[in-house]
């Protein structure tokens, strides 16, 4: 170890919301900490589907939402399952979401450049448009980081490693593999610009007020979610697939959104607007078998890089969000008492296992096999336009008696599914992954 | 609407060298599928068939890591660019 070389209590590595709220919880109870960003500011490189619940943050930043930047409340959430020029929709809208707000559409450049301000206005040092290389060890413990920079060696008690879906660094600490092509989705995004009073008219909501409207279907029959989310004065739109599928398909994924895009009734609703950025991410989907260990001699992991995304429920920003306190308080009380071995960091292990994120993936831990198995083009291809098929025999008024109307509409799903049978199955398979 | 037209609306910051490279191009030569040509959101790579090699755009590249887990040759090489290189984003 150089003597000249700067020596933290706390490295971080990643400022999306998992590595800031870190860096905030750990330099607000005064502990030296570095907070390494590989972007040219915080939230460069990062991307999300545009939901922002209240609570994960509200625990750390009281009332946040008074300064932060966010888009529109969440009043209204839709669900659509499309057919190819239909959609069945289900949705749910309340006052009760309004005060406080459970969830804001936001836009992850501008909120994690925010975010990380928090954390360094509580006294974190910003170490911007640096790449952490690589770990530095001691033996087996983790003492440091090499980055980019020359002389670019840093030294730390503790790194924590928040450097999302791509963590070449957790990947480093060879504790796990890589992911799997079925263990991540691709998201592409667009960001389209439309008048304010446009906005909210089409949506019918108030100024301020937002709707969510998440898509199934139309993913060329790969296990896939489209979202369209209302911002103050943009739309974003976007479609996640799993890799695997990508891989198998001879589809490109912007011609995937494209298909959306170009849904009539998705249409009427982005209709002139213009696309102000393009973007891609991948989101770990892996769920909870694909979590891999969260801490060690020296080390703690979270957020993307440690596979916390509930898919069935599109968290991921919240779940970054609460395993960075915990990994910020566990890195307090372990500065308190001096132990930084894996023993004492596996506080954070612990913390995680009590929370939700990891009750929550439990839950749906048999999601990940429902959606990489042989069901996929059932599930997100055929079942849905079945779905629109059968409703749009119920509600034709054309001389057919209803019974006979039923018969045909139970027809169409029962087909769809590959007989009755196939149908309880799918149903039976669907409740299990949800509730494992 | 095109990918050209898609990629002009992303805002980068070019590095002068490629943080992504083919570690062995015969690999390619023989790969049955290529997927690389249409995995890839922002089309960074082709198959140049005079050439019998993969040419590769990272200066369009999202950053999103499909290649580096999807490329069933595990035939590239994947980094970040140079720290504030790369991508960066307006509204993410």
Redesign the interface.
Known sequence: MRVSAPRFDAIVVGAGPAGSVAAYTMASQGMRVALIERGEFPGAKNVFGGVLYRKPLEDIIPEFWKEAPLERKVVEQRLWVLGKDSVVSLGYRSARFKEPPNAWTGQRAKFDAWLAGKAERAGAIPIYETVATSLIRDGEKVVGVRTDRDEGDLYASVVIIADGVNSLLAKSLGVHREWNPDQVSLAVKEVLALPKDIIQARFGVEEGDGVTIELVGETCGMAGLGFLYTNQDTLSIGVGVMVSDLRKKKVKPYQVLDGIKQHPEIQRLIAGGETKEYAAHLIPEGGFDAMPPLAGDGWMICGDAAQMVNAAHREGTDLALLSGRLAGETAVACHATGDWSAGGLGAYTRAVKESIIHRDLKKYRGLHGLLSGPQVELLFGALPQALNDAVYEMLSVDGESKRDKQKRAAALLREAAGGTAGLIGIGWRGWRAMNG | ?S?E???Y??RY?VDDKSHLTIRDQAVCETCP?K?CE??????VYAWDAGERRILVAYENC?????C???C?EHNIE???????Y???????
């Open positions: 609407m990918i037209d898609r990629l609306a992303v910051r599928t997927a249409w995995f890839c959101p922002a089309d999202l950053e999103c890591g499909t580096r887990i999807a069933a994947w980094t970040y660019p140079t720290g504030g790369g991508i960066a984003y307006k509204f993410g």
